[in-house]
């Protein structure tokens, strides 16, 4: 069965970095665009960023555009989120998903169990 797993995150300073990874198995990651979300109590699940299947097509939300970095390694069956300069707003949990069609924001078919970040001021 398709398994995303998550890790890193944690507790992280105002101003300060953190990197998601996401480590996918049961599917041909290649064929998978992958996406980042994230959620907080009350609110929706928003996107945050998106790689395409080869990584050429990257897309990220206007809310962490210059501060996040997603990147894959198809050989590592790897998707991760490099944050920088986190804001206190950046506390969510956040999410690694895996889908073929639609854009960049919908379509994922699979998802993983989600990691906290909680970003102090």
């Known amino acids: 069965q398709v398994q995303l797993i998550e890790s890193g995150g944690g507790l992280v300073q105002a101003g300060g970095s953190t990197r998601l990874s996401c480590a996918a198995s049961g599917l041909t990651f290649n064929a998978y665009k992958m996406g980042w979300f994230r959620q907080t109590p009350g609110k929706e699940r928003e996107f945050v960023a998106h790689i395409s299947r080869s990584g050429t097509n990257i897309y990220y939300a206007d809310s962490v555009k210059d501060r996040f970095t997603i990147s894959r390694d198809n050989a590592k069956n790897t998707v991760d989120l490099q944050m920088n300069s986190l804001k206190p707003e950046d506390t969510a949990v956040y999410y690694c998903?895996?889908?073929?069609?639609?854009?960049?924001?919908?379509?994922?078919?699979?998802w993983g169990q989600g990691t906290e970040v909680t970003v102090s001021s």
């Open positions: 998903a895996a889908g073929i069609l639609g854009d960049f924001k919908i379509g994922y078919n699979y």
